[in-house]
């Protein structure tokens, strides 16, 4: 089975330009053969590829961990569609097999493991009648870290979203967690016990990259996080807020090239056996239950891709 989603990949018209974005971002750097790979602290693979295309940035591809019998099961089903398995595309990180969804996106699968992070322990704190903190100052230091986990998942676009949850839930035997209304959203968890989505779609007329997600410490992180961001001139997108899908605490960034990152808290996870019913949300309640800023902003679903 699917078990993790593991790497996310742009091209994108200058290198530079993205180093200093995700490093900002809170990621450490290293420099492959024509791309730069970030990750995480103490993650064991590489998270975002960047590659240079000399043109507007564009999703290249997404990777994801597998078992040897999920592995194997994959290709049967690949074989019985007639889904061409492709070569690699890259010299450096290219292992695995790799082919396209119905949308066209190059999907890769690389026996691997799910890999946690390390556990930590919560903050304390006060509640109505419950005093989980006493005798010393809540407040952390302004000069935390700050720094981004692991990545979380991954939102596309897609002119076709009920295709593309059949073809993931048939082909790489993910689960469907809910969908927004009116196919305008779906959202897809891996087996074994999963974040609520790792995989999530949205409506638009063409396929494209809406936002890669990584999962901070606290909320406080987050908006240190944010702040070391807005420091260094990088644009708000939306948010500090809660979503209803999923139920993270979000805040959207823009990336150089009109694509968002996403820093999360807190999100759902659902256990493999567990009878959860996918929810048919509205497109508000899906979105969030509360925002500083209020709705998304009209660019919040915007395809830059598509233009």
């Not at 290219?94 to 026996?111: A, M, S």
């Not at 606290?218 to 807005?230: C, H, K, V």
């Not at 056996?273 to 048919?280: G, H, L, M, R, S």
Request: net charge negative; with cysteine.
């Amino acid at each position: 089975m699917v078990l993790s989603l593991q790497r996310v990949a742009l091209g994108i018209p200058d290198l530079k330009v993205g180093a200093d974005f995700y490093t900002t971002f809170g990621m450490n750097m290293r420099e492959g053969q024509d791309l730069l790979a970030f990750r995480c602290d103490n993650r064991p693979h590489d998270e975002i590829v960047l590659l240079e295309t000399g043109q507007d940035r564009k999703f290249h591809h997404i990777t994801f961990a597998i078992d040897e019998a999920g592995f194997n099961r994959v290709v049967a089903k690949l074989k019985d569609r007639n889904i061409e398995r492709l070569p690699s595309p890259l010299a450096d990180t290219g292992e695995g097999i790799w082919f396209h969804d119905p949308d066209g996106n190059l999907v890769n699968l690389v026996l691997g493991e799910r890999v946690d992070v390390v556990a930590e322990q919560p903050a304390s704190a006060n509640h109505p009648g419950l005093r989980g903190r006493n005798n010393e100052r809540g407040c952390p230091s302004r000069d935390m870290p700050a720094r981004p986990r692991r990545l979380g998942h991954m939102i596309l676009f897609t002119p076709n979203v009920p295709r593309q949850i059949s073809f993931y839930v048939d082909v790489l035997d993910m689960k469907l967690s809910d969908t927004i209304t009116d196919d305008y959203g779906a959202f897809l968890r891996t087996r074994g016990g999963s974040d609520h989505h790792v995989l999530g779609f949205l409506n638009s007329p063409a396929p494209g990259f809406h936002h890669a997600s990584f999962e901070m410490g606290s909320i406080d992180e987050t908006e240190l996080g944010a702040q070391r961001l807005f420091g260094k001139g990088y644009r708000h997108a939306w948010g500090p807020g809660r979503h209803g899908v999923g139920s993270n605490y979000f805040h959207y960034f823009r990336d150089p090239w009109n694509g968002m990152a996403e820093y999360f808290f807190d999100i759902d996870f659902i256990t493999d056996d567990c009878p959860w019913e996918a929810v048919d949300w509205t497109k508000k309640d899906g979105m969030f239950l509360w925002s500083a800023d209020g709705p998304p902003p009209k660019d919040f679903g915007q395809n830059y891709e598509a233009v």
